[in-house]
């Protein structure tokens, strides 16, 4: 049960006051905002009730700018939000400073990269297994439709295995993880700020980069494995849909494959992979910690984190295919 009390024109909150309780302090400010002039804590309260009441006794001094709080304005952000991207550069300076850690910490850093690595990748196989499958078929029967009018329809796996190492791969498997698994991710950092989890931390004098590191490392880690996961399945329906159309056995399929392979396009593969998870990573890290108080900031939060990932993927994928071009690879 809540507890508070009026004393000289203060609404003064006792006891412990959660976030199952906002609806009933804002009645209550509402019901009696002519007759007080500020509300003070004197109890345990949640960071949900602490925004409340600062922004409330924020208005409150401003008599112009007083306005009656309803259960929306849990959501409202008074500050000027900054470029996402100045937060993302903040996160890679943090993230590439040295922790110190003890033995134990240094325990549950290892525990939590195998963690989150088991988590993006888990949550991943079935996915990107079956759309890169699908995509590798989709890709021959076009690539073997437009070059038969040619007459090099010979040349179809040789188009068909440089295209998916260069290009769709790469993309594919990194968005497929960016929309699936950065965004339960960066929900999970925001749910553990609002519960004051990561708060805790500083107050114990542990680095908070003991939480946010090891996500950061594991989407590197586990991008380029999941570019080599799903050009296998690529390059198998890929070759099972070249053997259909040219009426041909799946060994001269596998053939054509083999003698197509590039080490090359293979290596640039795996470098925009592994560029792809770097981006991805400080994204989800960056969306999720940085995340202001509030429904509407938790949906601006995830969505920042795909629409950011996706959008570098896609720019980053045209500078290192620039930097590839320019220097004859």
Known sequence: MVQYKFINNSLILMGKWNNDNLINLIDIINHADEKIS??????????NVEYIVDKYNNNKSDRKKRISLKYADINAD????????????RMQIQFLK?????????????DYIVYDFAELGMNSLLLVAAMCSVL???IVLEGYAQLYYLGVESFTMHFFVSFIFREMIPIM???LIASKCVTSITSKLSAQKINSELKMLSFMNINENIVLKPKWIACMIIMPLMNVYGLIFSLASGSIAYSFLSNSNIIFALNHMISSFNMTNFLISQTKSLVFGWWIGLVMCSAGILYDYGIKNLGKAVVKSVVYSISGIIVFDMIVMFLCTKMGI
């Open 38 to 47: 500020e509300v003070q804590i004197d109890g345990e309260v949640s960071l």
């Open 78 to 89: 008074d500050k000027k939000e900054d470029l996402f991207i100045t937060k993302i550069i």
């Open 98 to 110: 040295r922790m110190k850690l003890n033995s134990a910490q240094k325990e549950a850093f290892r």
């Open 136 to 138: 590798g078929m989709a």
């Open 173 to 175: 498997s990194s968005i």
